[in-house]
């Protein structure tokens, strides 16, 4: 079982849908969960990160995190086709040396189509 | 304010070859990052340093070496570079445990 699961997609959503992107992870004691966006070509850029159950908003984004279910997941309202990206979800653990390790799911491709 | 850079973006190399990609990170991080991304495996974890000083290895070590010269810069070698790691390196810093990671634009290596 990988450690950071997400549907590799690609998920197609019509202009101005909700795009729900889903991930499962497997450490329980994981405390912090983050979304990234990827463009082709390009580096991780992060947008949401979120800490505790329940949901946290930030614009168009909502992050939803469910630790007894290990399940993180992110809503895009009103999707538009600069959206359209590689979405990565990363899980947080502790390194023995100090610092924090990132576990990458291997993203789920979001085609936002006019 | 640059956040994290990386030099070069592009790189080929001849197997045997060697070469240090270089980072820098302008916003006072204690811990960096050192990732490679290929298709299908996603990012992986090569080597970090948790603050300036200290360096250990993560998930995938072998062939690379890394220093960390001072609070702002972390760097990578590759002593004698293998086709196997052709990919994207990217480098990442962070304020330490349970947060987010920054990255930089990343280098594309590729090994001949």
């Known amino acids: 079982q990988k450690e950071v699961e997400q549907n590799s997609g690609p998920l197609s959503v019509p202009e101005g849908a909700i795009a729900s992107l889903n991930c499962t992870y497997s450490?329980?004691?994981?405390?912090?969960f983050f979304w990234y966006r990827q463009y082709s070509g390009k580096s991780p850029e992060l947008i949401m990160s979120?800490?505790?159950?329940g949901d946290k908003e930030d614009g168009r984004f909502t992050a939803q995190l469910n630790k007894a279910s290990q399940y993180v997941s992110l809503l895009i309202r009103d999707s538009q086709p600069s959206d359209s990206a590689t979405y990565l979800c990363?899980?947080?653990?502790?390194?023995?040396?100090?610092?924090?390790?990132?576990?990458f799911g291997t993203g789920t491709q979001l085609k936002v189509e006019l | 304010n640059a956040g994290v850079t990386q030099t070069p973006k592009f790189q080929v190399l001849k197997t045997g070859q060697s070469m240090t990609l270089q980072c820098a990170q302008d916003?006072?991080?204690?811990?960096m990052y050192w990732y490679r991304q290929d298709p299908g495996m996603g990012l992986r974890l090569i080597y970090y340093?948790?603050?300036?000083?200290?360096?250990d290895k993560g998930e995938v070590p072998n062939g690379y070496n890394v220093s960390r010269l001072n609070k702002r810069e972390f760097s990578l070698r590759l002593e004698s570079a293998a086709p196997s790691q052709t990919s994207v390196y990217f480098c990442?810093?962070?304020?330490?445990?349970?947060?987010?990671?920054?990255f930089g634009p990343g280098t594309r290596l590729t090994v001949t």
């Open positions: 990442a810093s962070s304020d330490g445990r349970e947060r987010e990671q920054y």
């Open positions: 979120i800490y505790s159950n």
């Open positions: 340093s948790a603050s300036e000083g200290t360096t």
């Open positions: 990363a899980v947080n653990g502790a390194l023995t040396g100090g610092g924090n390790k990132l576990t």
């Open positions: 450490d329980r004691v994981s405390q912090s």
């Open positions: 916003m006072n991080h204690n811990s």
